[in-house]
């Protein structure tokens, strides 16, 4: 399952490209990088006019592209900080007029700004999701809050937004003289947050994501099931024990997971809510359902800790193993007790019972076959 981080870097990215103006910003801001960091002689003539700057200055790197959200909103704080800097040294060097000018577009920092506050909210959210406490529950949450943020930023100004006509006028920038060049018109404001609202509502999760063949619940396109195990989602006053439509919630959840609930639990569970919302008792089959769901793998460390382990798994000496023997392996090694709690005796006391021992005379000793065929490749040669 394509983990979460990952699918906000794709959210950015579809949303950049459905809109072509974009495309200058971003060549822009990566032609600011090239410059920097193209020789050590600029980042000298940088720190002569700025030396606190210069480390704000060698922070930008690439925006957008396959790279983490806070990586590219890192990019573009160091152009806002390093501003009045970059001008500066473009307007000392003639080959860098054009760069100057468009600094002094006002659509330019506009735009910037307006770049701060998007990639500010999405990282936002994808730091959220690296907690390691994270569920899909909790994801879903925060991921349908940040839908919310970018609606609100549709209708307002962002917070750097905000500072823009005041930063204009300010005293940092009085040797800009900010004009409106139409040849690079600002951003498609409105546009560009509707395509990101949309492209966030794409990857709400649904039941594809868990298991490939839920025809029956086509009509189904969130996992809308997993809020009856939340209570955090339970609109208290309309419920009554016994509970029907969590109970047919949790036919879906058993298809898909493969785990049957046990109902008098399940109305057990819901009687403790019912009498304090607040300290509630969790039957045990609740409880193991909600710990189901808290394996499914939300944020990129746990995902990339799984395909760390598999490679090591499969090495070169391990070829020969098969998938369910990597799987078990796999999750031994992601939640089995450690080397120092795991006492081996009974295991291997078990496994001498039925003569599986390295010199058991019970056991055939594989002959090696010869290669006739290869021989007589060997035989020609020499």
């Known amino acids: 399952w394509h983990c979460l981080n990952h699918r906000l870097q794709l959210v950015l990215d579809d949303s950049i490209r459905e809109i072509k103006q974009i495309n200058h910003f971003q060549i822009f801001i990566d032609k600011i990088r090239s410059i920097v960091h193209q020789s050590n002689k600029n980042l000298i003539e940088l720190n002569k006019i700025s030396e606190q700057l210069e480390i704000e200055i060698i922070k930008i790197g690439r925006v957008f592209g396959p790279r983490w959200a806070a990586c590219s909103l890192r990019s573009t704080l160091a152009v806002w900080r390093a501003y009045p800097v970059l001008h500066q040294f473009f307007c000392s060097n003639k080959k860098y007029s054009g760069m100057a000018a468009r600094l002094e577009n006002v659509y330019f920092i506009t735009d910037l700004a307006l770049m701060i506050d998007i990639l500010n909210e999405i990282s936002l ?25 970018f609606q609100i930023l549709t209708k307002k100004k962002g917070i750097y937004e905000k500072k823009v006509a005041e930063l204009i006028t300010s005293e940092t920038f009085k040797n800009i003289k900010f004009v409106e060049n139409h040849q690079f018109v600002g951003l498609p404001r409105e546009r560009l947050l509707e395509n990101i609202v949309t492209n966030l509502q794409k990857r709400l999760m649904d039941c594809e994501h868990l298991k490939g063949s839920c025809n029956q619940f086509q009509d189904r396109n969130k996992l809308q099931f997993l809020n009856f195990l939340e209570p955090d989602y339970w ?50 089959s609740i409880q193991r359902a909600k710990n189901i769901i808290r394996t499914i793998p939300v944020s990129s460390a746990e995902v990339e800790m799984v395909f760390s382990n598999m490679n090591i798994i499969c090495s070169q000496n391990t070829s020969h193993l098969t998938v369910s023997n990597i799987s078990n392996i796999m999750t031994i090694s992601l939640i089995g007790l450690p080397l120092k709690e795991w006492d081996p005796t009974l295991t291997a006391e078990r496994w001498l019972k039925v003569n599986q021992t390295a010199d058991d005379s019970q056991l055939k000793m594989k002959i090696a076959n010869e290669d006739i065929n290869r021989k007589a490749i060997w035989k020609y040669l020499t």
Do not use: C, M
Request: hydrophobic residues 45%; glycine residues 2%.
């Open 125 to 149: 959210l994808s730091n959220a999701l690296k907690a390691s406490k994270i569920d899909i529950i909790k994801a879903e949450k925060l991921v349908i809050r940040s839908i919310t943020a």
């Open 235 to 284: 609109n208290i006053e309309e419920i009554e024990v016994p509970w029907k439509a969590g109970e047919e919630e949790l036919l879906i959840f058993n298809d898909i997971f493969n785990y049957q609930i046990d109902i008098n639990d399940y109305r057990d569970f819901v009687e403790n809510v019912l009498e304090n919302s607040q300290k509630y008792a969790i039957p045990h």
